[in-house]
Antibody
């Protein structure tokens, strides 16, 4: 059974930093792309970032480019999202999502975690 | 890129059918076959319902079906059940991933 468990969310002040983690199990971790997708309160889902199976290729939404960094440790079956220069509009539930393929620039999302809430407020 | 357009809400009675639309442009929905749909019960993990416009993953009932015409994709749920009450999100590949604003389905 595929499981994705996010952690690291919380309350942070504007301009601050936070690192999210996603512990994965139930599949061959380094064979699949992984993603972060977020949902702000009362809004729809928003793609944030992607990383291919090997971790050698990453992609970011324009809204987070230069502020967020996605990475993965295939030896620990863990995905990360380092967030810096946080803004109130980054407030959202952040979901760890498994892609259906190795590459991140194709396919769909076949499994999601339950999400972790990040609140950016003073 | 703007988000894909979905109705904010739809409703139907048990046993009936409902269709949720997802409208984009020729640069996203109309230009790719990578349209997918997700069911989200609040507080739970979203679940894949449909991928590649009309393909169902194993375990998803055939009451759920997808289609596309031009720049609009659609999700049809037939034989509505109480547990179908949830939020539904469409997604298209467009160089990146583009989501719709989500549709709340109410089962009356």
């Amino acid at each position: 059974e595929v499981q994705l468990v996010e952690s690291g969310g919380g309350l942070v002040q504007p301009g601050g930093s936070l690192r999210l983690s996603c512990s994965a199990s139930g599949f061959s971790f380094d064979s699949y792309a992984l993603f972060w997708v977020r949902q702000a309160p009362g809004k729809g889902l928003e793609y944030v970032s992607a990383i291919r199976g090997s971790g050698t290729r990453t992609h970011y939404a324009d809204s987070v480019k230069g502020r967020f960094t996605i990475s993965r440790d295939n030896s620990k079956n863990t995905l990360y999202l380092q967030m810096s220069s946080l803004k109130p509009e980054d407030t959202a539930v952040y979901y760890c999502v498994k892609g259906a393929y190795y590459e991140s620039n194709t396919g769909y999302f076949d499994y999601w975690g339950q999400g972790t809430l990040v609140t950016v407020s003073s | 890129q703007s988000a894909l357009t979905q109705p904010r809400s739809v409703s139907g009675s048990p046993g009936q059918s409902v269709t949720i639309s997802c409208t984009g442009t020729s640069s996203d929905v109309g230009g790719y076959t990578h349209v997918s749909w997700y069911q989200h019960h609040p507080g739970k993990a979203p679940k894949l319902l449909i991928y590649d416009v009309n393909e169902r993953p194993s375990g998803v009932p055939d009451r759920f079906s997808g289609s596309k015409s031009g720049n609009t994709a659609s999700l049809t749920i037939s034989g509505l059940q109480a547990d179908d009450e949830a939020d539904y999100h469409c997604c298209s590949y467009a160089g990146s991933r583009l989501f719709g604003g989500g549709t709340k389905l109410t089962v009356l």
